[in-house]
């Protein structure tokens, strides 16, 4: 089946700087991924929209110069939190989507557990 | 509209009883829903699926029910195991042309044994 792999599944990193969180389709090409973040104990919110070959669409609210997303390959996504801050410490998720997983299934990934001092 | 929750609702079984979890969803328009199973640290595992011109859809010991007129979805879990125990998270897809969704509140499952 369809898988998507993320990495890296946890970082730590100091305030102020930046991390950058991949999101690979393994064996399909995914033409549009999701960006999502979970704080703990709570749902699912979708961050972004990612379109290989053009800009990212973002969510009401998610600010694109922090969250900066390139969708390079039909393979890779990437996440850049940049000039993180503790606040920014969440689970941040990608899913993938792409008519060989299904027409309205989309893929998960294990998720990037961010963490800020 | 986007979900924001405070604390996850929970719901705890016997191993071997029925569950039924429950999920309100916001826009009328919605065609498609799903419902995700999320275990601890891990991200959302697709369990089942239901387009709007239906209103049940039974899977292996799950079936979803779709009520469009007061907009309510449920999942319901047969003979639990203790490997159902984990957060379940019902997700509506708004546009018909996308395939983003919006995710509901979720709810904790705890089956005791």
């Known amino acids: 089946g369809a898988v998507v792999s993320q990495h890296p599944s946890w970082v730590i990193c100091k305030s102020g700087t930046s991390v950058k969180i991949e999101c690979r389709s393994l064996d399909f090409q995914a033409t549009t991924m999701f960006w999502y973040r979970q704080f703990p104990k709570q749902s699912l919110m979708l961050m972004a929209t990612?379109?290989?070959?053009?800009?990212?669409?973002?969510e009401q609210g998610v600010e694109k110069d922090k969250f900066l997303i390139n969708h390079a390959s039909l393979t890779l996504s990437t996440l850049t939190v940049t000039s993180a801050h503790p606040e920014d410490s969440s689970f941040y998720i990608c899913?993938?989507?792409?008519?060989?997983?299904?027409?309205?299934?989309?893929?998960f990934g294990a998720g990037s557990r961010l963490t800020v001092l | 509209g986007e979900s924001v929750g405070l604390h996850l609702p929970t719901l705890s079984v016997q191993e071997g009883d029925n569950s039924i979890i429950n999920c309100a969803y916001s826009?009328?328009?919605?065609?498609?829903f799903i419902w995700y199973k999320q275990e601890s640290g891990k991200g959302p595992q697709f369990i089942i699926d239901?387009?709007?011109?239906?209103d049940k859809r039974q899977g292996q010991r799950v079936t979803v029910l779709l009520n469009k007129t007061v907009k309510h979805l449920s999942l319901q879990i047969a003979a639990t195991q203790p490997g159902d125990s984990a957060v379940y998270f019902c997700a509506e897809k708004l546009l018909a042309y996308t395939q983003k969704l919006v995710f509901g509140q979720g709810t904790r499952l705890t089956i005791n044994p």
């Open positions: 239901i387009r709007s011109n239906m």
């Open positions: 899913s993938a989507s792409t008519s060989a997983t299904g027409a309205n299934v989309l893929t």
């Open positions: 990612s379109n290989e070959g053009s800009k990212a669409t973002y």
């Open positions: 826009n009328s328009a919605s065609d498609y």
